[in-house]
């Protein structure tokens, strides 16, 4: 996946690997070289490469969920 995507702060997306506290819905809450997603469930943050964050996402979460 070698083109450039752009996301929203905001966005849902749903990763490969669930999260331990048993989720894999997250939300973006910052942007840049690198994402910043805040999961769901139980609000932890993690702070990932976005070239990373590329390949480990699974899917974007197009309206509520």
Do not use: S
């Not at 995507?5 to 966005?11: H, I, K, M, R």
């Not at 997306?13 to 048993?22: D, E, L, S, Y």
């Not at 805040?38 to 993690?46: N, W």
């Amino acid at each position: 996946m070698d083109n450039q995507l752009e996301y929203q702060l905001g966005t849902k997306v749903i990763m490969k690997k669930q999260h331990p506290c048993g989720n894999n819905l997250w939300e973006i809450v910052r942007v840049g070289a690198d994402i910043k997603i805040r999961c769901i469930a139980c609000q932890r943050t993690v702070l990932i490469p976005r070239v990373e964050f590329n390949k480990k996402v699974k899917k974007i979460v197009i309206g509520d969920v």
